[in-house]
């Protein structure tokens, strides 16, 4: 497996933040490897366990493989421009609609071919493995894409902790559902919850992350809080936010997308630039950067699995990724 | 100067300001994450309410015997094609930074490109007939048939909102049922003066002669 030189400075060293000082501080006190468990620790010395980790606390990271230099998405667009239907079906509804979102207390059941199906609560799932800072880019079928610095770690470390059997060969996601704090849920847009799903072998790819922050905090309510995973060679619709069951199954899961448009969206979804959406061209893509409006003007080429073929591309050797598109 | 001529000059800079919303909201970075997209909603919606304002002055006037309103008709429907210009030309130099081959490609391929196409290509005539010069010229009946075209615009403009959408398609129904509603009225209208049970129908054209 080809490991990418990781970009020099960490996105949160060179990105401004408030509270920079305190995180800095924190830093100082938890070393690099295994610092998310003193993170932890540490955080709960702080405040109350209920608020410590919620949405835009901070997170203590090492920096993970596979990075970019390109320029990053400022975190105020990351945070105002969200696709989450669950909130809203604009673009700027999720942050204001999701403020509120109760990400505590918070569980997470794995199950199905599994030997050892387990119910997660979200703290433990925070210090199952050290939090990597993982720069991905991000490629919505839209047309646009970030550059985002996650914060998580792969998604293989939580799927060994539950034993897949021999038998399992997808993996199924499911996000919460919840009418009451989602109020794109109260209409029929998507047939509710939203699933997602993963090949077994995507789902162990080093590449593949179970997320819960970004720019160095817990995850905001829009991307996604508490838990979500991201997959930086799919499509971002991909990436299943506000995770409240992974389970193992056999039979390819039917992801929501797919459901709604079957010509549209497949199971695959891996970014591919010869393989137009139906109604729009996958050849560009408009990158979302803070470069200013005349920079914006000037779409980039979109690169086949978003640019991690070399990682990723001999997951389908041998398959028609227009078929399987 | 007339009711209609001091109403015109306040709808005027009205019709203008969704414009300069847009441009001061540009010199202030203030358009969000991905400006060009929000340009590019914003020309569109204006295009499609100004066009609905438009086909809604003829069921008004008649409605409430406002004969007047009719000299509104033609600055309101120009600036429905001004703003249906910029919505064009936000697709060709913002979002395809003039890209002959690949808008070619974008009007052949996708339906929804095809019939925003549609729509906006159909405005040009009645834009470059407006002007009363025009009117005489082609006479009145025959500049009455020809504006009818504003029927099909404002149709593929629904269907090509409709069809951006990904999924959620509520807005482009809510102003297709303002369309049905001004459409419906002129079937009705012209259901009723075809069985002889409705008054003679308003000459359209002397009230632009009027104005």
């Known amino acids: 497996m080809l490991i990418k030189k990781p970009a020099d400075v960490a996105s949160s060293e060179i990105t401004p933040k408030r509270a ?18 003193l993170a932890g620790r540490k955080l709960l010395e702080m405040g109350s366990p209920a608020q410590v980790v919620e949405a835009g606390a901070k997170l203590s990271t090492v920096k993970g493989p596979f990075g970019t230099d390109e320029k990053l998405t400022p975190y105020k667009d990351v945070t105002t421009y ?14 204001a609609l999701a403020k509120d979102f109760r990400t505590r207390p918070w569980q997470v059941k794995v199950e199905g071919l599994v030997q050892k199906p387990r119910t997660f609560d979200i703290d433990d799932i925070l210090k199952l493995a050290p939090l990597e800072e993982r720069v ?21 470390s939580l799927l060994k902790q539950v034993d897949p059997l021999g038998k399992a060969k997808y993996v199924e996601f499911t996000t919460i559902l919840d009418p009451k ?34 720019y160095g905090e817990a995850l905001p309510n829009q991307d996604g809080a508490p838990v979500r995973i991201v997959v930086p060679w799919k499509y971002g619709f991909k990436s299943a936010k506000s995770l409240v069951k992974i389970r193992l199954v056999e039979q390819q899961p039917i992801n929501t997308w797919n459901q709604a448009a079957p010509s549209e ?52 050797a041998g398959m028609d990724l227009r078929k399987y598109f | 100067m007339t009711r209609v001529g001091w109403l015109k000059l306040a709808i005027f800079p009205l ?51 406002q004969l007047w309103l009719i000299g509104l008709r033609r600055m309101i429907g120009l600036f429905a094609f001004f703003y249906g210009c910029l919505h064009f030309l936000t697709y060709i130099w913002l979002d395809q930074g003039f890209d002959v081959h690949s808008m070619a490609k974008d009007v052949y391929k996708r339906p929804f490109i095809t019939m925003g196409f549609t729509a906006f ?5 009645l834009a470059v007939t407006s002007t009363r010069k025009m009117i005489q010229r082609l006479g009145g009946r025959r500049w009455q048939w020809l504006h009818r075209l504003i029927y099909v615009t404002a149709t593929a403009a629904i269907v090509h909102f409709t069809w951006a959408m990904k999924k959620d398609i509520h807005r482009p129904i809510e102003y297709g049922i303002v369309l049905a509603m001004l459409l419906g009225y002129r079937v009705v209208a012209w259901a009723r003066a075809s069985t002889g049970n409705q008054p003679k129908r308003v000459p359209e054209v002397t009230g632009i002669a009027a104005d």
């Not at chain 1, 669950?86 to 700027?92: A, I, L, P, W």
């Not at chain 2, 290509?121 to 005539?125: A, G, R």
């Open chain 1, 20 to 37: 920079y000082l305190s995180r800095r501080t924190f830093m100082a006190g938890a070393a690099a490897a295994g610092a998310s468990l």
């Open chain 1, 82 to 95: 969200n696709n989450f239907y669950e909130f809203s079906t604009d673009k700027d509804g999720p942050a």
């Open chain 1, 136 to 156: 991905y880019r991000h490629r919505c079928v839209e047309g646009w894409s970030m550059v985002i610095p996650w914060v998580g770690y792969p998604l293989s």
């Open chain 1, 181 to 214: 704090q989602m109020p794109g849920q109260r209409a029929r847009i998507l047939d509710w919850p939203y699933i997602e799903g993963l090949r077994l072998d995507e789902a162990m790819h080093p590449l593949a992350i179970l997320c819960v922050g970004l």
């Open chain 1, 265 to 316: 969206y497949g199971f695959y979804s891996n970014v591919n630039p010869q393989v137009d959406h139906p109604r729009w061209s996958q050849k560009m893509e408009r990158r979302i950067d803070g470069s200013g409006f005349f920079a914006s003007i000037k779409k980039i080429p979109t690169r086949p699995f978003n640019g991690y073929g070399d990682q990723v591309a001999q997951l389908y």
């Open chain 2, 15 to 65: 019709c203008l300001a969704p414009l300069g919303l847009l441009v001061w909201k540009a010199a202030n970075a203030n358009l969000g994450a991905n400006p060009i997209e929000a340009i590019t909603h914003s020309t569109g919606d204006w295009t499609l309410r100004l066009l609905l304002v438009t086909l809604a002055i003829t069921p008004l006037r008649k409605l409430t015997g």
């Open chain 2, 121 to 125: 290509v159909l405005l040009i005539p």
